[in-house]
C-alpha cells in the first residue's frame, strides 16, 4: 500500500508529517512510501535524504493512487474528496473547526484520524501529538517574550549595581504551560503559574514554579475528560480574574496557555488587567489562534497596550503557528506520533483496523462513510438541518494539493 506525505501549503507552516528517520519506520511496516518533492526543506530535511531512506519523490502527490495520507495541517475539503473510497488519513483536523472536510472524508469512504482525539492514556503517549507540538510552543513562548522583553531575565549583581530577575507569570499548567515555566526559570526568572487544576501545584513545583493558590479552585470541579482544565462557569471565571488582576499588575511577563480541545479560548485576563502592568511589560497568548486567553488579542499580531498610567505600554503577542517556528524538532516529535499511529493500523503493509482498540476507536473521526466522532457528527447534523451548505468551498490551504494541481508525474 501507498502512503503519501503531503508538503503543507497552510501559509507559516513549516513541519512536515515523516522525517527520513520515520520514512524507515514506515517502510518497515511494509508501505510504498511517496513524498511530495520539497516537503522536508523548511524542516531541514532535503528530498536527497527522502530519497536515502527509501521514500520516491514526486513533484505532486497523485491522491487517487494512494492508500494512505500523513499530513500536519487539517486537509482542504477537495484533497478529501480526491481521495480514494477505502483509503486513509492521518494527521491534525481540527474537526470542530473544519466540517466541510470532515463530511467530504465522510463521503468519499474514507478512514480519517484525528491525532487530536489520540486518548490521553498511557500506551498512547507515543502518538500524542498535541502534547509533542504544547512541548513546543511553551518553549518558544518563553523566548519570544525574551527577545521583546526590555531587560534581563535573570538576576545580576555587579559592581555596577544589582539587576534583579524578571518575574515571570504562567497561566495554565498542561504541557504547554510547565515547559513555559522550566525554560523561564532556566532564563533565570522569578516565576510563579496558575491552573484552575490543584493537582497541578506539584507540578509547576517540580519545574521550578510557585503556585499561586486561588479561592476559585475549590468552588466548583476543574477537570474535564482527558486530564485538560474544565472551563469555569461565568462567575466563577469572573471571580478568577478578579483574583489574578494583582498576581498579573505585578509580572514583567505573563504568558497564557489555556485552551480546551474543540472550544474556544477562556478568557482569563481583560484588557484592564494589561493596562495595569508596568510599562515595557510582554503577554504572550499561546491560545491566539482559538480566540485569545487574553482580551484583545489578534493571532500572529504584537499590539501596543497604554499603560494605566500613561507611562508606557504592554506588548501583547499573539502568538500563531508556535510550533512550526521550531520545524526542525517539531516536525521530529510530529513524524514520530504519525509513524506510532500508522504502526498501530497497518499489518503487513495494509490497514488492519482494529476498533476493539481504544486508541484506534478513540482516534477515528470517519469510517465507512460515518462521522464517528459524536460531538462532530452532532455538529454537521446540525448545520444541515439549519439548512446551511457544507459545501467543499475553496481550499484553505491545508496539507496536500487540489486535485487540479496535481500532474502525471506524481503518480511515483
Known sequence: MRIG?????????RRVAATPDTVRQLAGLGLDVVIESGAGDASGHPDAAYREAGAHVVPRLDHATLGLLAHVRPLDPAVAAALPRGAASVGLASPSSELPTVRA??????TSFALELVPRISRAQSMDALTSQALVAGYRSVLEAAMRLPRFFPLYMTAAGTVPPARVLVLGAGVAGLQAIGTAKRLGARVSANDIRPASADEVAS????FIRLD?????KTEGAGGYARELTADRGALQRQLLAPHVAESDVLITTAAIPGRHAPLLVTRDMVAAM???????????????NVEGTVAGEDIEVPTTDGRGHVTLVGLKDPASA?????????????????ALIVREGQLALDFD????AGACLTHDGEVRHPPTAEAIEALVASGEELALGEP?????????EQVEEGAG
Open 357 to 360: 482498540d481504544d486508541v484506534v
Open 396 to 404: 484553505a490551504g491545508g496539507g496536500g494539493v487540489r486535485p487540479d
Open 326 to 342: 521550531l520545524p526542525a524538532d517539531a516536525s521530529r516529535l510530529y513524524a514520530k506520533n504519525v509513524a506510532n499511529l500508522v
Open 5 to 13: 506525505i503531503a508538503r503543507e501549503r497552510r501559509e507559516g507552516e
Open 278 to 292: 508596568r510599562p515595557g511589560s510582554v503577554v504572550v497568548d499561546l491560545a491566539a489562534e482559538q480566540g485569545g
Open 105 to 110: 472524508l465522510a463521503d468519499g469512504g474514507v
Open 207 to 210: 519545574m521550578g514554579g510557585t
Open 216 to 220: 476559585v479552585e475549590a468552588a466548583e
